[in-house]
């Protein structure tokens, strides 16, 4: 879908949404690691996620998927 910085992303996409603490325009692209259950992946950063904590990413479904199956619902990351 569309997200906060203009662009069109999918599900299979390896991106993330931002806190709306942390989240500005400027942000929009930069890439993150993220490092969850002895994975690390890059993610874009591409939207805000007003529901987020200040330390929390909303990962796309394809990104969660590789640190843990979808039904977990969260996990606990480093980024």
Do not use: Q
């Not at 993330?16 to 874009?44: D, L």
């Amino acid at each position: 879908g569309l997200g906060a910085c203009g662009w069109t992303n999918s599900n299979s996409d390896y991106i993330v949404a931002m806190s709306a603490s942390r989240y500005t325009s400027s942000v929009c692209g930069k890439m993150v690691s993220i490092t969850a259950n002895g994975k690390t992946h890059t993610a874009e950063v591409v939207d805000e996620c007003p529901g987020c904590s200040a330390n929390s990413l909303d990962m796309s479904p394809t990104l969660f998927s590789y640190f843990a199956d979808e039904s977990v619902g969260v996990i606990s990351i480093e980024w």
